[in-house]
């Protein structure tokens, strides 16, 4: 009788409408067994999942119909038709077929939806046959930096321009590092003097960005969402940190603006008061729109004419368009910062995959102080 392991898995087990419930929308589930010595590989891996990405993005994978679902386009049939959960994530070689692909060797893994079928990057254990194995990228931990950091602060490793009729089969990793470094690099034409706004400033893309900022010495105006997220930002040296909850963010913009650079994370309301309170030229940078993913307020942008007297610029930033232009010089400028200290990146970890459920949530609504990863195996 073969001795199996049991497999956890994160799995959809109930589309939500607007935010998921954790235990009800998804769940982490035991079922499943695996022979991990004789299961067959098929010219392929055995990988044991260690880090698990949660990132905003994962709430397509769970609302559908969402805005952020519609977005994305990808409510492809299969991946609806599943339970599968996928995202970024980083594995460890546990047994291979290949040998380009060591045991005991890490690789980032992304989602990838010819996957869907047979395996997730949400479960413990995971097959990659051999025409699966293109959705792992070797990596190689430097300079001391904790693997996780990998899928954060350090997090880079696009090969090219992503094409976007791809995106129903593979979708590549979005880590917050490299995608804050290649949209600065990208658009915001920062200058000497400029004052620069951040939104979500002490989440893991906008605390990058800030830093770039701050790199340039330029004036940084940051908001996020709760007391300790601004002391954290006043710590990081961030000029004007408030919090939006109990500061209205165009009071704020009003005395400390006008701005000249515009880090969307947020959208909405919090946008509105960006281009009213820009400078003529302004870059707006829209990176992400987390006020209005979960799709249940119908209250939207209003102020957008001052983008037509001001000439202001406003740039959407799909990380697969830009990253790979970026990913070479991100990698020779930013980890080394990362690793000496620099720059400081922080982590909402959580143990376990089956923290997952309620991590998916908590990033959406706040409750994450951080780069939210899943430690799941030993690193
Ligand atoms: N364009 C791209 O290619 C790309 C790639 C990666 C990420 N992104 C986007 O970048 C943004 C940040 O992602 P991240 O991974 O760094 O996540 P994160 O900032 O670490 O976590 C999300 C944060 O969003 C904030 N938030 C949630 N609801 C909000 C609301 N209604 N209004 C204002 N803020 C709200 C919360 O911070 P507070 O406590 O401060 O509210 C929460 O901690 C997201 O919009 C994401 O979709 C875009």
Redesign the pocket.
């Known amino acids: 009788m073969p001795s199996t392991t049991v497999n956890g898995r994160h799995i959809l087990k109930q589309h939500a409408t607007g935010y998921p419930i954790p235990g009800t929308t998804t769940v982490y589930d035991t079922s499943e067994r695996l022979d991990l010595d004789n299961v067959a590989l098929n010219g392929g891996v055995l990988a044991k999942l260690v880090i698990l990405s949660i ?3 994962l709430l397509h994978s769970v609302s559908p119909g969402s805005p952020m679902e519609q977005a994305a386009e990808t409510c492809s049939s299969e991946a609806y038709g599943s339970d599968r959960i996928n995202g970024m994530g980083i594995v460890k070689v546990v047994r291979s077929e290949d040998p380009a692909y060591k045991v005991g060797e890490y690789f980032t893994s992304s989602l990838s939806r010819a996957r869907l079928t047979s395996s997730s990057d949400h479960q413990e254990y995971s097959v990659f046959s051999k025409e699966q194995l293109s959705s792992l990228q070797h990596l190689k931990p430097e300079n001391g930096l904790p693997l996780s950091v990998y899928l954060g602060a350090a997090g880079a490793g696009a090969r090219s321009r992503f094409i976007p009729s791809l995106f129903k089969m593979y979708q590549p990793c ?1 880590p ?1 590092g490299l ?1 804050a470094f290649a ?1 600065w690099e990208e658009f915001s034409n920062a200058k000497k003097g400029d004052t620069v706004f951040v ?2 400033a ?5 605390s990058i960005v800030v830093q770039l900022a701050q790199n340039q010495g330029l004036k940084i105006i940051g ?4 007391d300790d ?1 601004v002391k954290y930002l006043k710590q990081l040296g961030v000029d004007v940190a408030f919090n ?1 909850k109990t500061t209205d963010t165009r009071e704020a913009l009003e005395k400390d603006g006008p701005v000249d650079i515009y880090w969307d ?2 959208g909405r309301d ?1 946008l509105d008061a960006a281009v009213e309170n820009a400078t003529s030229g302004a870059r707006v940078i829209i ?5 209005s ?1 979960n799709g249940e307020t119908t209250a939207g942008v209003k102020n957008l004419i001052h983008v037509t007297f001001k000439s202001i610029v406003l740039y959407g ?4 368009d830009i990253a790979h232009k970026h990913d070479a010089k991100f990698k020779e400028t930013v980890i080394p910062k990362l690793a000496d200290g620099t720059f400081k990146y922080l982590e909402d970890r959580k143990f376990g995959l089956d923290k997952a459920p309620q991590a998916i949530l908590d ?4 409750a ?1 102080f ?3 990863v899943i430690v799941v195996g030993d690193e």
């Open positions: 990132d905003p993005y979005i917050s995608t949209g939104s979500t002490a989440g893991a893309v906008g908001s996020a969402g709760s997220k939006y994370n947020v919090t990176c992400g729109a987390m006020s993913y930033l799909s990380y697969f990033v959406q609504n706040g994450n951080g780069k939210s």
